[in-house]
Nanobody
Framework: QVRLVESGGGWVQTGGSLRLSCAASGRPFSSYAMGWFRQAPGKELDFVATINWIGSIIDYADSVKGRFTISRNNANNTLYLQMDSLKPEDTAVYYC?????????????????WGQGTQVTVSS
């Protein structure tokens, strides 16, 4: 079993930065890919970024490409999302998720463990 705990959310003004962290425990962290998803009020859960088991392959949603950076530290079992140049449309609850396999995916169905979520609010 994998347990995921996010942290680092908060309130920031447009153009600001936040760094989200996701601490994993249970199954060996380097054995699976990880992803970040977000859900804005009244909207569906959307893909943000994904990283493979070793951090060599990364994919981003077009809406965050060039502004967000996903990374992982397998030595301390932690996933990160550095968010720069934040916009009001980035406001959402952000979730980290553990995939069933080592390879990246944009599909929620490929992830079998989810964190509790952390709120990010960007004011204009």
């Amino acid at each position: 079993q994998v347990r995921l705990v996010e942290s680092g959310g908060g309130w920031v003004q447009t153009g600001g930065s936040l760094r989200l962290s996701c601490a994993a425990s249970g199954r060996p962290f380097s054995s699976y890919a990880m992803g970040w998803f977000r859900q804005a009020p009244g909207k569906e859960l959307d893909f943000v970024a994904t990283i493979n088991w070793i951090g060599s392959i990364i994919d981003y949603a077009d809406s965050v490409k060039g502004r967000f950076t996903i990374s992982r530290n397998n030595a301390n079992n932690t996933l990160y999302l550095q968010m720069d140049s934040l916009k009001p449309e980035d406001t959402a609850v952000y979730y980290c998720a553990a995939a069933a396999a080592r390879y990246i995916s944009r599909s929620t169905s490929d992830y079998n463990r989810w964190g509790q979520g952390t709120q990010v609010t960007v004011s204009s």
